[in-house]
């Protein structure tokens, strides 16, 4: 198997893994069910990790009750909109185009950001209790 081919194969297999979760998180809710995986980071220090509360607001999105699902996880606000141009970038660009969005969506400045964002917000949302 090729470098091309190898590549087109994971990316198929991720985008079915993304819409097998996404299927289940819509059918069955995180919170009812105890199949759901829990945090372990939480279940180890009792905190809430960066991603605590990812699969019910996931849900809830999905289901339209948007002002529940951010209560879940704020930091989604931010992240879900960069996931999704990421996503673009990564499958639907080409050429000069994607090579735009990758300087920018994969730059020092963004990935500087978002390595300060996670732990502060690990920090601040377990200060203030959300």
Not at 30 to 42: D, Y
Not at 78 to 93: A, K, N
Request: proline share 4%; charged share 15%; aromatic share 12%.
């Amino acid at each position: 198997m090729n470098k091309g081919s190898l590549k087109k194969t994971a990316l198929i297999l991720g985008t079915l893994g993304v819409i097998t979760v996404l299927v289940l998180l819509y059918f069955f809710n995180p919170t009812e069910t105890p199949l759901a995986p829990k945090c372990v980071f939480k279940a180890i220090t009792g905190w809430s990790c960066s991603g605590c509360g990812m699969q019910r607001f996931l849900h809830a999105f999905m289901h339209g009750r948007f002002l529940e699902a951010i209560h879940y996880n704020y930091m989604l606000v931010v992240f879900l909109p960069y996931i999704t141009l990421f996503g673009i970038e990564q499958l639907l660009l080409t050429g000069e185009t994607k090579k735009r969005w990758k300087r920018v969506l994969e730059g020092r400045t963004v990935t500087i950001a978002l390595c300060v964002m996670v732990p502060v917000w690990c920090i601040v949302r377990n200060i203030l209790h959300i």
